[in-house]
């Protein structure tokens, strides 16, 4: 049986910590938050964070899907949720999605978590990961204990270590390194 993540306590500790000292949004045009190509912006949130809504948010749309038919690991379960916003958000109700960005995980094969620049492709710059903006620490260490907290779950710690596995193929090398921390787990 799987943990399941305490969203309460990672909603808690993301609240407040942001990636710069003043409001990264500044240097872009928040352009993480605005549709691209008119087309709205979606994130999935992970297992279990659903619960973290009410459903009736008026800036957000839910669409449930197949983890068969998408590109998640063989352990994940109908439903999987994908959310699409209408900006501006409540601050303190964004998903944790958009808490995490522009970090994401990077699991070794001994299960030592390292926290690095998202590596995905996304459909726009963002300056903090093209000019490699130095972040504030206790972002980093916020990311990093999210990350923990989340990595309980074997349905998130597979799609992490499938994603790291990938990354390492595609790439060839470890990507550049932010955080490192013992997670002394693996499924
Ligand atoms: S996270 Fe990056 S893309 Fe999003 S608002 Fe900050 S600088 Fe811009
Ligand atoms: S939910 Fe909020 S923070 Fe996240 S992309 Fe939408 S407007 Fe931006």
Known sequence: MTKKPDYEYIYAITAKTTPLDSDCGELCGSICCRPHRKKVLGMYLFPGEETMFSGAENWLDYERHDPLLYDFPDNWEYPVFFVKCTPPCPRQARPLSCRLFPLAPHLLQDGTLLIIHETIILPYRCPLITRKIPLRVD?????????????????????????????????????EILHCSSLARKT
């Open 139 to 175: 972002f980093i260490e916020t990311v990093a204990l999210t990350w923990q907290e989340l990595l309980k779950d074997d349905r998130i710690y597979r799609l992490v270590e499938e994603d790291s596995r990938q990354r390492e193929t595609e790439t060839g090398k470890l990507p």
